[in-house]
């Protein structure tokens, strides 16, 4: 049996996840693995949702479980911000690498980007509740350079993977979204 595709799509707060997440789904049948927006699913007083609030990452225990779950190794996959630690990054090559193949996509854009980015979603109405909350901001930012971009970089070597980066800093989404595709054929 031939293996099936596991999209990862990384990045930090504002790429464009989950718009390029959308798009991809649009134009191929995926199973979709959101990981922050079943995190923000939970009951705002479950332990989980408390830690989401404070601008801090779920536990590897309760998130590996969650993820883990969700995967059917007979459908293509979209992860959606999942991995986010080292840890969670090794676990998933470790756990599907022989089941999948595994592409990386990593949606690059420099921070001030991203803040913009944040701030143009606040102004339109949507983003996260914790977006309006520059401290709660800061915290995922800082999270992301200092915990999530080691899994990153550490994936972009890892065996079995095929690790892309797209600079997704274009104003326009579909010019970006082209790079993504012409990724994807690599």
């Not at 049948?29 to 927006?37: K, N």
């Not at 892309?164 to 690599?186: C, G």
């Amino acid at each position: 049996m031939m293996k099936k595709d596991m999209i990862i799509l990384m990045g930090g707060q504002g790429v464009g996840k989950g718009t390029f997440s959308k798009m991809l789904r649009g134009r191929r049948e995926m199973d979709y693995i959101e990981t922050g927006a079943m995190l923000r699913a939970l009951p705002p007083e479950s332990e989980i949702a408390r830690i989401i609030a404070r601008g801090e990452l779920v536990p590897d225990d309760m998130l590996l479980d969650l993820v883990e779950s969700k995967i059917n190794p007979e459908h293509d996959i979209l992860l959606d911000g999942f991995p986010r630690t080292l840890d969670q990054a090794k676990w998933l090559v470790e756990k599907y690498a022989d089941k999948f193949n595994l592409r990386v996509l990593y949606l690059d854009v420099p921070e001030d980007v991203m803040i913009q980015r944040i701030q143009k979603r606040i102004g339109e109405g949507g983003g996260r509740a914790d977006d309006a909350d520059a401290a709660a901001v800061r915290r995922r930012l800082d999270t992301f350079w200092h915990v999530t971009m080691p899994a990153i970089e550490w994936m972009r070597h890892a065996p079995g993977i095929r690790f892309s980066d797209v600079d997704v800093t274009d104003p326009s989404v579909d010019h970006n979204f082209v790079k993504i595709l012409a990724a994807l054929a690599e």
